[in-house]
């Protein structure tokens, strides 16, 4: 099994900052990306900024110039830094993994708790 352990989310005002950070840790065989997606209420999820293991980095249109990822390896570490953020970016903030678990090697995603970031006006 993977077990995903998050930390960071909490109430900022507008124009502050959060940084969200997310271990993995467990059975892991392989992972392939890591990442953040968010959820508000009545909306779907939907994906943040995520990271490959080639470094391709992926940013949604909404936070593009304002978050930044990144991915440490060899902790099996990704973190994510929120500049300058909204009252839209109001959500619940979940760290996926995309990887498989030993012995199998079938890749499947894996999902955090979730965090809670709320950003008051």
Same mark, same amino acid.
């Given at each position: 099994q993977v077990q995903l352990v998050e930390s960071g989310g909490g109430l900022v005002q507008a124009g502050g900052s959060l940084t969200l950070s997310c271990t993995a840790s467990g059975r892991i065989y392989r992972i392939d990306s890591m990442g953040w997606y968010r959820?508000? &209420? =009545?909306?779907?999820? +939907? &994906?943040v900024a995520l990271v490959t293991n080639d470094g391709t980095i992926t940013y949604h249109d909404s936070v593009k110039g304002r978050f930044t990822i990144s991915?440490?390896? $060899?902790?099996n570490m990704v973190s994510l830094r929120m500049d300058s953020l909204k009252p +839209? =970016? $109001?959500a619940t903030y979940y760290c996926k993994v995309h990887g498989s678990t030993w012995p199998y090697p079938e890749v499947m995603d894996y999902w955090g708790e979730g965090t809670l970031v709320t950003v008051s006006s």
């Open positions: 959820q508000a &209420p =009545d909306n779907q999820r +939907e &994906p991915r440490d390896s $060899t902790k +839209e =970016d $109001t």
